[in-house]
């Protein structure tokens, strides 16, 4: 796995480039202050939601903090070499990340191969953007808004992920593609 502190040492630069106090970071983005505190010293990795959370309150795009270098068009990444950038654990559940564009610096786009292991609280989040999942394995819960739907391997769906969505592994774990567009 990667380095597990990058993405909060970069959350700390562009926010000290921008001259914001963790504080008016936490208010720009929505998210709690002990939240912040914690992206940046590496003691939490953000679920995708949070990202874009961050991102957005610091006029970045999502990839910013997953990429290291650039990397040439077409950007392939072959099933045997994928690595593992980072995996979270917490309120939404226990998600391991494997970016698919990182980087493709100039990309709309960001697609992710996630495992996804059970979790017992199922909290639901929303940011600006879309969202496309294919299921690979196993079965997943889609909450989206007030609905709840189970998708299985070879499902797909495509939603707007500014109504409250969750997504996690039900019955074991699961993988799922994603492709998230969130507009700069």
Same mark, same amino acid.
């Given at each position: 796995?990667?380095?597990?502190n990058?993405?909060g040492?970069?959350? !700390?630069?562009?926010? %000290?480039?921008?001259?914001?106090?963790?504080?008016?970071?936490?208010?720009n983005?929505?998210?709690?202050?002990?939240?912040?505190?914690?992206?940046?010293?590496?003691?939490?990795?953000?679920?995708?939601?949070?990202?874009?959370?961050?991102s957005?309150?610091?006029?970045?795009?999502?990839?910013?903090?997953?990429?290291?270098?650039?990397?040439?068009?077409?950007?392939?990444?072959?099933?045997?070499?994928? /690595? %593992? %950038?980072?995996?979270?654990?917490?309120?939404?559940?226990?998600?391991?990340?494997?970016?698919?564009?990182?980087?493709? !610096?100039?990309?709309?786009?960001?697609?992710?191969?996630?495992?996804? !292991?059970?979790?017992?609280?199922?909290?639901?989040?929303s940011? %600006?953007?879309?969202?496309?999942?294919?299921?690979?394995?196993?079965?997943?819960?889609?909450?989206?808004?007030q /609905? /709840?739907?189970?998708?299985?391997?070879?499902?797909?769906?495509?939603?707007?992920?500014?109504?409250?969505?969750?997504?996690?592994?039900?019955?074991?774990?699961?993988?799922?593609?994603?492709?998230?567009?969130?507009?700069?």
């Open positions: 796995m990667a380095d597990t990058k993405l040492k970069r959350v !700390t630069k562009y926010r %000290e480039q921008l001259g914001l106090t963790q504080e008016q970071l936490a208010t983005s929505g998210l709690g202050l002990s939240y912040i505190v914690d992206v940046e010293e590496g003691n939490v990795y953000p679920s995708v939601g949070s990202i874009i959370k961050l957005r309150a610091l006029g970045q795009r999502v990839g910013t903090f997953m990429d290291d270098q650039f990397e040439p068009d077409p950007v392939i990444v072959r099933k045997s070499s994928r /690595e %593992e %950038e980072s995996s979270a654990k917490g309120a939404n559940g226990h998600y391991h990340y494997y970016p698919l564009g990182k980087g493709k !610096t100039d990309r709309h786009m960001d697609p992710l191969f996630i495992r996804i !292991t059970p979790d017992e609280i199922r909290e639901t989040s940011h %600006e953007g879309e969202e496309f999942i294919i299921v690979v394995s196993g079965k997943i819960l889609l909450k989206y808004g /609905e /709840e739907k189970v998708l299985e391997e070879g499902d797909s769906v495509y939603y707007n992920a500014v109504v409250p969505h969750y997504i996690g592994a039900i019955d074991g774990p699961a993988e799922i593609y994603a492709v998230l567009y969130t507009p700069m």
